[in-house]
């Protein structure tokens, strides 16, 4: 007996509104090496992820969709990803953040390199916080926490009947906040022995005129900063894990 094959419209319209939602997320989701990978190896990424999601695939009837109304439907559902996507990429930006805040200071602002994502110049310190952050994103679960909350969402909030407004913009923004407080908990501790460093130099080299003690003040900071930041480096897996909580919560709320 010959198989018939039934292809609707409905059902590819329906594949884009998911494609829009899921591909606008990962512009911001911290997959390594995710741009600087091949186009085709990142729509065929997206096509397959979206096509798991098929049995929450929306169903509608051919008479529902007119071009306006699918255009909008797309807007609202790249406005939604790229919420989502914001959610975690101000998770993984927390270390980035902390290392920016010292690294100038601590003297590393011209140990630098190519920036694997970007490949832009970036310094020494940014770069192995960025590798850490996304080695910690994955080891505590976030890449299924991002494949849950779009399950959820396409639960919760079928393609085509997203509303943002203004709590979804809260939201953001109290990621945003979430991460700078944060970065600035690690960050601070770092800052204050390099501030201590220099007044510490600065009073022995009032004491001791003949001492030249602020040309010790280049390498002693560098010494320093790097033995903080390996003492705040087990912090940084627990303040990792209960931030992600506070962003799985801020996407449920998300999606609520």
């Known amino acids: ?7 609707e419209i409905s059902t590819a319209l329906g594949f884009l509104l998911v494609v829009a939602r899921l591909g606008s997320a990962l512009l911001f989701v911290p997959i390594p090496g995710i741009k600087a990978a091949p186009e085709l190896t990142r729509v065929f990424l997206i096509c397959a992820m979206c096509v798991s999601l098929f049995p929450l695939w929306p169903r509608y009837s051919a008479a529902d969709f007119s071009l306006g109304i699918f255009v909008l439907w797309l807007v609202g559902e790249m406005l939604f990803g790229l919420a989502t996507g914001l959610l975690v990429a101000f998770l993984s930006d927390m270390l ?6 010292v690294s100038v200071q601590a003297g590393f602002s011209y140990a630098s390199s190519i920036d ?15 590798l850490m ?18 399950a959820n ?35 601070l501790p770092i800052a204050a022995l390099l501030l201590l460093t220099d007044i ?23 010494l320093g900063s ?5 003492a705040l480096t ?6 990792f894990q209960a931030g992600l909580e506070r962003v799985q919560a801020m996407v449920g709320a998300l999606v609520r």
């Not at 790097?226 to 390996?230: D, V, W, Y």
């Open 200 to 222: 510490t130099l600065a009073l022995l080299g009032r004491i001791q005129a003949q001492l030249q003690l602020l040309s010790l003040a280049f390498p002693v900071k560098m």
């Open 153 to 187: 969402s396409l639960r919760v909030w079928p393609p085509g009947h997203v509303e943002l407004g203004w709590p979804a913009a809260r939201v953001v923004a109290g990621a945003g906040a979430m991460m700078m407080e944060l970065g600035l908990r690690l960050a």
């Open 133 to 150: 952050s996304n080695l910690l994103f994955f080891s505590a679960g976030g890449d299924r926490l991002v494949l849950q909350a779009f």
């Open 226 to 230: 790097l033995a903080a930041l390996a």
């Open 234 to 239: 087990s912090l940084a897996p627990l303040l």
């Open 116 to 130: 694997p994502n970007s490949e832009a110049d970036s310094s020494v310190l940014q770069i192995v916080a960025q």
């Open 1 to 7: 007996m010959p198989v018939e094959f039934h292809f």
């Open 96 to 101: 980035v953040f902390t290392i920016q805040a």
